[in-house]
């Protein structure tokens, strides 16, 4: 079971830093060429530079809401254990059952929209005319990722193991 998570955490890691990553940098390219042309000459343009840009920024927020599970950095309360700390395991599982919730809303109403923009012939980006189911598509995805990725960090908070780590040179792993 400890190899299943890891494996699942090693995917989920390689998918968010890689497709983070690759869509900032394709952002930030187009972004400067589109300053720099826009400077260097009079008449050229990239009219479609804002429209990817607000893609990726979309993208990366919900993407970057896995990261930011697994890095432990989501918005809960903090404050409240510091000053009582039996209260930070209940506090904890109810910020985890909070995103747990929040999670299957995004698969739920992302699926649905995806599913109603498919059928509209007529849902294309303003610029580039791509569908826009592609986007909405990432919405559902993104609520299984983080539901998994919840679940994984919950666990890892309420019994204080850490499935995610690697095991150490020469240890034997029970299966």
Sequence with gaps: MKKLIRNINRVFSFVEDWSLFISVSVALVVAMANVALRKLTNDVNLYWSDEVVRKVIFFSTYVGSISAIRARSLIRIDALPQLMPALKKPLTLFSHLAVLIFSGCMVWFGYTMTLMVYEDQFAKTASLQIPEWYFYAVLPIMGMMMFI?????????????????EPLKGEVEAE
């Design 149 to 165: 990725r919840t679940l994984i960090v919950a666990f890892e908070d309420w019994f204080g193991v850490d499935l995610c780590a």
